[in-house]
């Protein structure tokens, strides 16, 4: 053997003195098997009928394997063929896309040795072609297409219907319960922000000008939809709707879940939701520049361009305010509007009132003069001319005189 003459030449190897040890238990177990002698283990003849005989015992026991699979899938086979299937018979056929067997129905059985089946549950689907052979009887331990389904839509008992009832209900009554809990501690999150303002209103390092009231009144805004406004903390809020005991007022940006709720005389009471957008705190002064500059114009004859760059002048806007504020051109429209809001109509007939704001000059009133025409004076001379025996004398267009009668 190998093994003895490489221990021939190295007889200290540890390995090989392990590998042949191995192997001479490796025999002797076989010898045993085979019904040989364990004492004639270490001559060559020996092995080497023992090798035979293994060898021969392998095949024939695999010649028997193979005998017997063949004979049983041809059994089966004859089995499955001698088994007459017609239309309707409940059978079970093989998935293409697994090749797992699953129930069906034999819809048609054709002269070719196929036949034509319907899966349960895939009634709609259109019919699976098969070949006859590869059918086999119907079998309730098999699984099948609709089991999974029909297992999850099975009929409960009611006690398990309650008990899943009685689950439901835990879990809504433990969300409504988070629900609120987060609720109320938002709500006291933004009751402490406008009580760190209110306070801010009040202390040394607060800067501006401060009204006792947090409302600002904005007066474009109450000609164009009647609605006065909140400012508070750099955001805008319009009244939404007023109860008997309290105001409500919502964001003026769209799409803003922000609400306040304050009582009769604007002192808060409750906020809701948060702002989806930054301060307005730009737009609050491009606001009030557009008050000013209305106010002006309706107060004065000056001219709107001149009034829009004055006061643009006087505002000391930031970069981010004059970015957005728009241009005379496009305010001019508002501002004429407003100026022809409170401008005299003009008369119909005439007779009319001169108003007085128009009969006012840089010194002093104008004197209500009626013009002297021929109707007025033939009505001046109408006591004068019978005590003179005089009659008016028409035939001048521009002017009339008394002539003798």
Known sequence: MNVELALKANPDDSELLKLKQDLEELIQITAELLGYDASILNSDDTTAAITNQSEVAYSSYSSS??????????????????????????????????GKYYECTIDDV????????????????????????????????????????????????????????????RRKKEKKIA?????????????????????????????????KSMVKTDKRTEQLRGKPLLVADDYTFKLNKTTTSTKYWICTINGCAAKVHTDLNNGLMKTV????????????????????????????????????????TKAMLSNT?????????????????????????IPTTQLFDIPESYSKTLNKMITRRHPVTQK???????HVKIPLKRRFNDSHRKYAVLTKI
Request: glycine content about 4%; proline content about 5%.
């Open 110 to 169: 054709l002269d070719d040795g196929t036949c034509t089946i319907i899966f349960d549950g895939f009634e709609s689907a259109p019919l699976t072609v098969v070949r006859v052979s590869k059918l086999k009887p119907f079998d309730r331990t098999r699984p099948s297409l609709s089991g999974i389904k029909s297992a999850a839509n099975r009929a409960k008992t009611k006690r398990e219907l309650e008990q899943r009832l009685r689950e439901l209900k």
């Open 321 to 345: 305010a004059i970015a957005i504020l728009p241009s005379e051109r496009e305010m001019n429209s508002g501002i004429n509007k407003a100026r022809r809001a409170i401008t005299p109509i």
């Open 179 to 211: 629900k609120l809990k987060q609720f109320e501690e938002e709500r006291e999150k933004d009751k402490k922000r406008w009580n760190d303002f209110n306070l801010k209103l009040t202390s040394r390092t607060w800067k501006g000008v401060v009204s």
């Open 376 to 382: 007025s004076l033939k009505n001046a001379l109408k």
């Open 273 to 312: 939701g948060y702002h989806s957008h930054l301060p307005e705190k730009e737009k609050l002064e491009v606001r009030e520049l557009r008050e000013k500059i209305k106010q002006r114009a309706i107060n004065e004859t000056t001219p709107i361009p001149r009034i829009y760059d004055e006061e643009c």
């Open 65 to 98: 394997l193979q005998s017997n699979s063949t004979t049983t899938t041809t059994s089966s086979s004859s089995a499955r063929s001698a088994i007459k299937w017609k239309t309707g018979d409940r059978c079970l056929a093989p998935w293409n896309e697994d």
